[in-house]
């Protein structure tokens, strides 16, 4: 038997606690191997670098404002800022810039990965150790999934923090959806609602990282549920993901009502421009941009690892008895038909799948699929880790993580300077980029003016107007609230270094005032009259706003009320 003790033991709070603290430990080391290269590159430069690290810093200055939870990126744009905090999901550049607070910002981005990693880590081995019947083999897989080949890419070559993040959740959203199809074998009664919110909450925390890594897991969790209704001849499995899927909509619906009512106010299409459409990025996939294409030749050969990784792994687990103490063939099954359909997403042949399914499209890389990829491989590689086949599986888990490690860090950008080039640009005032997805509509953020002051008046040509007899106090001026007083002997224009959006609401000494705007972006212009003015510009919270978070209280709430009377009933019927 290769478990590290009996099952007796097990059952003993001293020795649950130290299985979890092996585990933790395992998946620290994992994680501090994944970001060794840091200590000798500098940090890895990849394609997202810039935009999590912006945020990041963002979202720590507007703490110091007394806004806990941005909805306006204030220095994007070049200080005209953009919705993003709207669209993104909160979890990542919120951690990013709670780490700010703690450690220096030049070393936030290699502790999110530890921090993140370690959790991966952690997230498998629950899954595992109801699974296999081995703690070794689950500790095995926990430090497999923290370092897995996609994770390597990720942290390397396109610095996604939000998606590593969500990543992370997936063993446990896999474990839910196993007890919830059927497939996992439970040693005791487990109550329904109870397996419903051990499912729903991790399927939330990745709605609340990534929006392509949710749009991903919800249609592998939809496939699971169906394909189990198939096998065991039962709706039990699609009543009860559906019911758990709606939960943890639910639950986040204080950021996902307010991200698609408002999809109407930007240019969400954005998002899908410049080599970022699923037919320029299936495996090995060509078009007219070398550099675009030499990536994709890198993202394509590590699919096809993991896809080898967990052929093999399968097969091999297909042939191990002790998978099956745990999880019934279903569930093998289940797993193996998921990773056959990852492989045709990742192909031409599905580009009608990507056309036509709501909302793949903008999951933009089919290799984004490789997150699923990584879950399966560590399965499979964790249920054939027993006996002779545990040093076997040892060998060619850290041969194929250290062969994808270096080939990746010999692929990749290193460099020190990205997060102090943004601190002196908010240092300086000067801001940062904006997004093309974000940009309110009738907005061209690249005509925007860079390095203006705060407020300036403009002729009706809109081009600065120096003029003694006129003058621009600020009175306040933070991220979601500015107040300006203006003197000026004749009417005017007031330009405001703020681009308009339908949730900004503008006074002029108390009464609202319609907002004008610079030819070709949405650039906001205040006319004033002759006298003095006192111009109030404040970030509203609009409806869909208001809908989503009593949505998600409610959700949240109803579930722990729920959850609690249930408990006191079946402690009531045993006593």
Avoid at 107 to 120: N, P, R, Y
């Amino acid at each position: 038997m290769n478990s590290l003790a009996s099952s007796g033991a097990r059952g003993q709070p001293e020795f649950v606690l130290r299985e979890w603290a092996g585990a933790a430990g395992v998946s620290l080391l994992a994680a501090m191997a994944v970001v060794s290269p840091f200590f000798f590159l500098g940090t890895a430069s990849g394609h997202d670098i810039a935009f999590h690290m912006a945020s990041w810093l963002d979202a720590a200055g507007q703490w110091k404002q007394g806004i806990m939870l941005p909805r306006w990126m204030e220095w994007a744009n070049f200080g005209f800022g953009e919705p993003r905090f709207i669209f993104y999901p909160p979890l990542s550049w919120l951690f990013g810039a709670l780490l700010g607070t703690i450690v220096p910002w030049s070393a936030v981005a290699a502790v999110f990965v530890v921090c993140v990693q370690t959790f991966a880590g952690i997230s498998a081995f629950a899954l595992l150790r109801k699974s296999v019947d081995s703690r070794w083999a689950a500790a095995l897989g926990g430090a497999c999934f923290a370092a897995n080949p996609y994770a390597l890419m990720i942290v390397y070559a396109r610095s996604d923090f939000a998606e590593l993040l969500a990543m992370a959740f997936f063993p446990l959203v896999f474990l839910g959806a196993l007890r919830l199809c059927g497939f996992q074998i439970e040693t005791k009664a487990t109550d329904n609602f109870q397996s419903i919110i051990l499912f729903s909450v991790p399927f939330c925390g990745v709605w609340l990282s990534n929006a392509p890594a949710a749009v991903i897991t919800t249609y592998s969790m939809a496939f699971l549920f169906a394909f189990a209704a198939i096998r065991l001849r039962s709706l039990r499995p699609l009543w009860k993901g559906a019911t758990g899927m709606l939960l943890g909509f639910g639950l986040a619906s204080f950021y996902l009502v307010p991200a698609i009512y408002e999809q109407q106010w930007v240019n969400i299409s954005g998002a899908l421009v410049g080599g970022l459409t699923p037919a320029q990025n299936f495996l090995y996939a060509t078009t007219t941009d070398a550099e675009h294409d030499a990536f994709n030749r890198v993202a394509s050969n590590i699919s096809v690892v993991l896809l080898v990784w967990a052929a093999i792994a399968a097969v091999a687990a297909y042939r191990s008895r002790r998978w099956r103490n745990l999880v019934r063939p279903g569930g093998l099954q289940a797993l193996a038909a998921l990773t056959a359909v990852v492989l045709l997403l990742m192909l031409p042949v599905s580009a009608f799948a990507w056309n036509y399914l709501p909302e793949l499209r903008f999951v933009q890389f089919p290799w984004r699929w490789m997150s699923v990829l990584a879950v399966s491989s560590m399965l499979f590689t964790a249920a054939t880790a027993e006996g002779k086949w545990k040093w076997i599986s040892l060998a060619a888990v850290a041969l194929a993580t250290l062969g994808c490690g270096r080939y990746l860090v010999k692929h990749t950008w290193w460099d020190t300077e990205d997060m102090p080039t943004l601190q002196a640009s908010l240092a300086s005032g000067e801001g940062f980029e904006g997004t093309d997805e974000y940009d309110p509509k009738g907005d061209d953020h690249t005509d925007l003016p860079q390095k203006h002051w705060r407020a300036w008046f403009v002729s009706d040509e809109t081009d600065a107007v120096e003029d003694k007899s006129k003058r621009i106090f600020t009175d306040a001026w933070t991220a979601e609230h500015r107040v300006l007083r203006v003197t000026s002997a004749t009417k005017a224009r007031v330009a405001i270094r703020l681009v308009d959006y339908p949730a900004w609401r503008a006074t002029v000494n108390g009464n609202s005032m319609p907002i004008e705007h610079a030819a070709g972006t949405a650039q906001m212009m205040i006319p004033v009259a002759a006298g003095e003015s006192r111009i109030e510009i404040t970030l509203t919270r609009t409806m869909d706003r208001a809908i989503g978070g009593w949505i998600s209280a409610l959700a949240a709430s109803g579930s722990i009320a729920l959850l609690l009377w249930r408990r006191r009933l079946q402690a009531n019927a045993k006593s």
